[in-house]
């Protein structure tokens, strides 16, 4: 199971990295295998506001369609739109080329209450 | 407690991601279902359906009585042919979909699906009770392995001693299949043609091998309950739980034709469904498709355009592998159900329009 260290983990597989202070969004390795072919991923547009733990977005595979949740608060300043034409994307690269959006968070310090790498792969092995 | 198929160890060696349905722990897919569900449109896929309830029902007048339990006619079938028809309650509700093939004078097989297939088990036994008829469930005895796609003739032919070319569409003839006495009947639930064998529990594996190795190098490939799900949503298919239940009949799930109205004799819905068919349906099955981005599933209210309260919802949805667009089946009133009617599914947090259109969504070229 890949889970890179370093990214912090939420209880809905989101993931988050943190570059120049932004926050980038995406789902794991884990999540992306569990939904199986993604076919559709439905983003907020830039300047939406985020509130941590609540749904921003909406992943849909053939089988099935799933909420994103915001890992944190803040303001959306850019979406992945190579998602809209390729969403296998997110199989493919889910930490990579298949991020969701980037974030201007309000407290970059409120990271530090998700699961790290370690937690994370402890629990997803578990389940 | 779910149940295993005698295959459950293959699918597992297939790297098969497992899921419980009807009671059964299931493959849900092998490699994606895309990719399983393009290689029967395009290939052939092969599909373990040994969860599914295998009933016979024997005796001098079995015909009559499954035409007493059943709205179709089965006495009218040919020895060898085989129908689509309906178990319903005395108030006319589906209790399942089910095939009846006739393999003699006196001796049918009922195929019910499996969530279902006890509840159809003690509806039969009750309901042949009064004729010379006798019910057997042998669904655990039975393994049901299909080949379907436009290679499976060619994969299956050089493997059965059944003549595949005389064996038409909705037949079904005793002979050896890959090794195993079997049932072969040129029946599926994909859209495409193709072969279900009705083998013995034990030779599953066998045949399952045997089947996998010779169509192997033509591109067969396992398939799972994903695939199937989106193969009979394009072709239109009908899913018992989505389509089909108890509060629905066969007339508002567009099957008015199952309802052999005109057969002799009393059968069980016979009088809700005449008062059903008199008054019109209160609702009816339509196919749509989105017309702005977002996929209707399961669930999803529909909405006149405009209308805050809901008309109708959606039964089945998916993003369409062959068609490329996303695809539903929806109840929705009478008023609403004409062909190029445009409505509204609610998405989420929006609505997103759609257009009612002909079922089925994809036809194979003959």
Redesign the interface.
Request: charged letters at 30%; proline letters at 6%.
């Given at each position: 199971m890949d889970v890179p260290e370093g990214l912090r983990y939420t209880e809905d597989h989101e993931w988050v990295r943190t570059e120049a202070g932004e926050g980038v969004v995406g789902i794991t390795a884990y999540a992306a295998e569990e939904l199986?072919?993604i076919?559709?991923v439905?983003l907020p547009k830039v300047g939406t506001k985020l509130q941590a733990g609540t749904?921003f977005g909406?992943i849909?595979?053939?089988?099935?369609?799933s909420?994103l949740y915001a890992p944190m608060s803040g303001e959306v300043v850019a979406v992945n739109a190579s998602l809209t034409e390729k969403p296998e994307l997110v199989n493919s690269d889910p930490y990579g080329e298949g991020w969701m959006v980037r974030v201007r968070m309000d407290d970059a310090g409120a990271l530090t209450a998700l699961e790290d790498a370690v937690a994370y792969r402890v629990r997803v092995e578990a389940a | 407690m779910t149940l295993r198929t005698a295959l459950y160890d293959r699918h597992v060696a297939l790297g098969a991601?497992m899921v419980e349905f009807g009671g059964w722990e299931m493959p849900?897919?092998y490699t994606?279902?895309?990719?399983e569900?393009r290689a029967v449109r395009e290939r052939a896929g092969l599909f373990d359906l040994s969860h599914m309830g295998e009933i016979w029902v024997t005796g001098t007048a079995a015909g009559e009585a499954l035409a007493y339990a059943l709205v179709t006619d089965p006495p009218r079938l040919a020895i060898g042919r085989a129908h689509y028809s309906m178990l319903c309650t005395p108030e006319g509700g589906i209790i399942d979909d089910l095939i009846v093939y006739r393999v003699g004078e006196h001796r049918f097989l009922v195929v019910p699906n499996a969530g279902n297939a006890a509840a159809v088990a003690d509806a039969l036994r009750a309901r042949v009770a009064g004729f010379e008829a006798a019910t057997d469930d042998v669904s655990l005895r039975t393994s049901l392995i299909a080949i379907q796609g436009p290679l499976a003739r060619g994969i299956l032919a050089p493997l059965t001693d059944v003549d595949l070319d005389t064996l038409r569409y909705y037949a079904i003839t005793e002979g050896e299949a890959a090794g195993a006495p079997a049932f072969v009947a040129r029946t599926g639930y994909t859209g495409e043609d193709g072969f279900e064998l009705f083998i013995d529990w034990d030779a599953a594996p066998d045949v399952w091998d045997r089947l996998l190795a010779a169509g192997a190098p033509a591109g067969l490939q396992p398939t799972g309950l994903?695939a199937r799900?989106?193969l009979r949503l394009e072709a239109g298919m009908a899913l018992y739980g989505n389509e089909l239940d108890r509060d629905t009949t066969p007339m508002e799930a567009g099957l008015d034709r199952l309802v052999r109205f005109d057969k002799p004799g009393d059968f069980v819905g016979r009088a809700a469904l005449e008062k059903a068919r008199d008054a019109g349906p209160r609702k009816r099955l339509v196919g749509l498709v989105m017309r702005d981005?977002?996929?209707a599933?399961h669930g999803y209210p529909v909405h006149l355009p405009g209308a805050a309260a809901p008309c109708g919802v959606v039964t089945s949805g998916?993003?369409s592998?062959t068609l490329g667009e996303?695809i539903a089946m929806a109840y929705v009133p009478m008023p609403a159900s004409a062909i190029g009617t445009m409505v509204e599914v609610a998405v989420?947090t929006s609505r997103v329009p759609a257009e009612v259109v002909p079922l089925p969504f994809y036809k194979r070229s003959p």
């Open positions: 199986g072919d076919v559709f439905d749904p909406a849909e595979s053939v089988k099935t369609a909420d | 991601k849900l897919q994606g279902i895309i990719d569900h994903g799900d989106s981005r977002g996929i599933r998916t993003l592998p996303a989420r």
